[in-house]
């Protein structure tokens, strides 16, 4: 199988180099899905972003393009040349039968395009549950809104991180998303629990980190500690967490972590806390889970941290401090909660099995001989 994974921020979790460069949680996913692929012998590239690194060199076996420079051209014209022109020629380069890119933007409209020009293969993966939900999108531009709805109603193969996200994507857009799971990485140590509270996150209003701030404030004995980068058009607020958590003797806040050093933080912690308004299925779960970690938060996708007890599942900011201070408080409670968390990743989120969705998806995608309707929607396929 060709296949080529279409991320702009994706090199960053690739090549631990460029680890200075900001990612996402789709970034991860990405990396992740395309080297257990490369292991298991298929032909994998990327398309990623020009960040100086040689075109076409190889990270884990993997094939990188580089498409464009995220500050080359200018404004309005850019979105021709050099992102639009850079991509697709990234995107030729590349060769695959397979092109597979996630999150709502106009990209998937340049990959429908593409794929139908040359008799390729797009599958789509939503990152959030705003992705499948055309009234909650968050892109910018009515002209990117509409670009993306072109091409996601092209896909070969519509992926979404869980049912809420599959019944939205046929209320808002008519189309079938097929669930498939993340993957994450098993960790090779376990380091001392020296952290009481651990929130990871890009800065962004919609995160709300102005909540474990706040959590902070309620809690002045607890040892808490937040990283997370600015996100472009909101750089203020960065700088305003930055001071207020400066002013806090109990936070630690790192700024921008890398993917790796990152992980290194969930293995520290004892609660990871979740304070945002919006999410599709955080990568920051699966990262704690594995290690034990349990998870207190507003979001809980599928009741999944209700059902299986991998943390608390709260409703308000009181509930959210009175989960963190019982499982700060009652270790036999913490304990409990941690096991359950590491088996439910062992049961649940083994690599084979998580693989095994996505490897079924892309042959069916590939070989298929008048469409298979639980892959694809009637209204997806190419007109």
């Not at 899905?33 to 100086?52: I, N």
């Not at 695959?96 to 020009?117: E, G, K, N, V």
């Not at 960790?187 to 995160?207: F, M, Q, Y």
């Not at 070989?367 to 209204?379: L, M, N």
């Amino acid at each position: 199988m060709k296949i080529c994974f279409v991320g702009i921020d994706n090199l960053p979790v690739l090549a631990p180099e460029y680890r200075q460069h900001g990612i996402g949680g789709e970034s991860v996913q990405q990396t992740l899905l395309a080297k257990a692929l490369a292991r298991r012998g298929h032909e994998v590239s990327m398309v990623v972003a020009d960040c100086g690194q040689p075109d076409g060199k190889r990270w884990d076996g993997i094939r990188v393009f580089k498409a464009y420079r995220r500050d080359a051209g200018l404004k309005v014209l850019r979105f021709i040349h050099p992102r639009w022109t850079g991509m697709w020629s990234a995107l030729a380069r590349a060769d695959a039968d397979l092109y597979y890119t996630s999150c709502a933007d106009a990209l998937p409209a340049l990959l429908a395009l593409f794929c139908r020009r040359f008799g390729k293969r797009f599958v789509f993966r939503s990152a959030s549950d705003t992705d499948c939900d055309k009234s909650r999108l968050l892109v910018q531009y009515a002209r990117d809104r509409w670009l993306y709805a072109y091409g996601l109603r092209r896909a070969d193969a519509i992926l979404v991180q869980s049912a809420l996200q599959a019944q939205t994507l046929t209320r808002s857009y008519g189309l079938r998303g097929r669930v498939a799971r993340m993957l994450v990485e098993t960790p090779s140590s376990t380091p001392e629990r020296d952290i009481d509270v651990v929130w990871v996150a890009n800065i962004r209003g919609l995160k709300r980190p102005d909540r474990i701030l706040q959590l902070a404030d309620a809690l002045p004995e607890a040892k808490i500690h937040m990283a997370g980068g600015p996100s472009p058009g909101e750089e203020a607020l960065f700088g305003e967490v930055s001071r207020a958590a400066a002013g806090r003797t109990n936070v630690h806040f790192h700024g921008r972590l890398s993917y790796w050093d990152a992980n290194a933080l969930y293995g520290r912690a004892r609660v990871l806390v979740n304070t945002s308004d919006i999410e599709g299925f955080p990568n920051s779960y699966l990262q704690a889970w594995i290690r034990g970690v349990p998870v207190v938060t507003f979001m809980d996708p599928d009741s999944t941290i209700e059902r299986e007890g991998l943390g608390v599942a709260t409703m308000s900011s009181a509930q959210m401090l009175d989960a963190v201070r019982r499982l700060a408080d009652d270790p036999i409670a913490w304990q409990a909660a941690s096991e359950r968390c590491r088996a439910f990743m062992a049961r649940e989120y083994g690599e084979e099995r998580v693989l095994a969705t996505y490897l079924d998806t892309f042959e069916k995608v590939l070989h298929r001989h008048g469409g298979d309707d639980t892959i694809v929607s009637r209204t997806a396929r190419h007109a």
